[in-house]
């Protein structure tokens, strides 16, 4: 082979190898960006859990208020009632301490008891359900972190073995290459 042939063919070759180097590179590049928008994406998806877990624990204590209000405004109401059924039993002249006009006032508290202790009930279930919507939330806020960790470490890993691979293929072309040059000839690429 004539030295214009082999000066040209170890040029193509360099050139070669350049464009191999370069696109291993990016290539590892983009495994590292991509591993750096997982794990951003999985911490805000995280963040928007911790926050949903806050506005859940925040609703399950308005939610408990609103009951125990709700229960107060029961009992006072039904005291005013009994207090209305007792004067009214009074103004007629009749005696409030027996029968009916005793146990009317009475079974109006029962009553209002009753119903107080049902909105406490109900409020004290609905703030439970909060709650463990709470708990999922601050356990998948848990699960994002794990993985935005796992998703950076995964674009790195990715990245090493883009480059490994990649300098394996350029250590099989070299080798190739070598087989088809005179001794004299230099390596493309590799310096020389």
Known sequence: MGT???NTASGAANDSFAWSKAATALSAVGDVTSGIGGYQLHNYEASVSARNAQLMLQNA???QQAGLYSAEATLEKGGQIASKQ???FGASNIDVNVGSAKSTPDSTKVVSAMD?????YNAAREAYAYKAE??????QSGLEKSAAVGSLLGGISQAGGTLLGGASSLSSRYAMWRLGQ???GGAPGFGT
């Open 182 to 184: 005179p001794a004299s």
């Open 134 to 139: 709470a708990s999922a939330e601050t356990a």
């Open 61 to 63: 204590n308005a939610a």
């Open 116 to 120: 107080a202790s049902i909105q406490r």
């Open 4 to 6: 214009l042939a082999t």
């Open 86 to 88: 007792r004067a009214g």
